[in-house]
């Protein structure tokens, strides 16, 4: 079992910048898929994105498309989420999670098994 927590949320205005950090430790982070993952108030878990063991591949959801971008440093076991453009509606905590396999299974919450306590982030308009 992979521990996992997340950190650099917190309360900004709407058209900046966030960077969101995860980091993983327990076993071998590079064999690992990795995913960010939010939740609004009220709302299922959604997908957000993710990113192979290696870095090579990945993914986004539709909403943040073109606007966030996922990173890892295998070397520091850590993964990143820099969120530009930011709105309002991007508002939830964020929730850093890693699959069993170094390919992303899917885009549903059931595909990762291990998953961080989240993390705020608030736009303000």
């Known amino acids: 079992q992979v521990q996992l927590v997340e950190s650099g949320g917190g309360l900004v205005q709407a058209g900046t910048s966030l960077r969101l950090s995860c980091a993983a430790s327990?076993?071998?982070?590079?064999?690992?898929?990795m995913a960010w993952f939010r939740q609004a108030p009220g709302q299922e878990r959604k997908f957000v994105a993710a990113i192979s063991g290696g870095g090579t591949l990945r993914y986004y959801g539709d909403s943040v498309k073109g606007r966030f971008t996922i990173s890892r440093d295998n070397a520091k076991n850590t993964i990143y989420l820099q969120m530009s453009s930011l709105t309002p509606e991007d508002s939830a905590v964020y929730y850093c999670?890693?699959?069993?396999?170094?390919?992303?299974?899917?885009?549903?919450?059931?595909?990762?098994?291990?998953w961080g306590q989240g993390t705020q982030v608030t736009i303000t308009s």
């Open positions: 999670a890693a699959g069993s396999s170094s390919i992303p299974k899917g885009r549903a919450p059931t595909d990762f098994g291990s």
């Open positions: 327990g076993r071998t982070f590079s064999s690992s898929s």
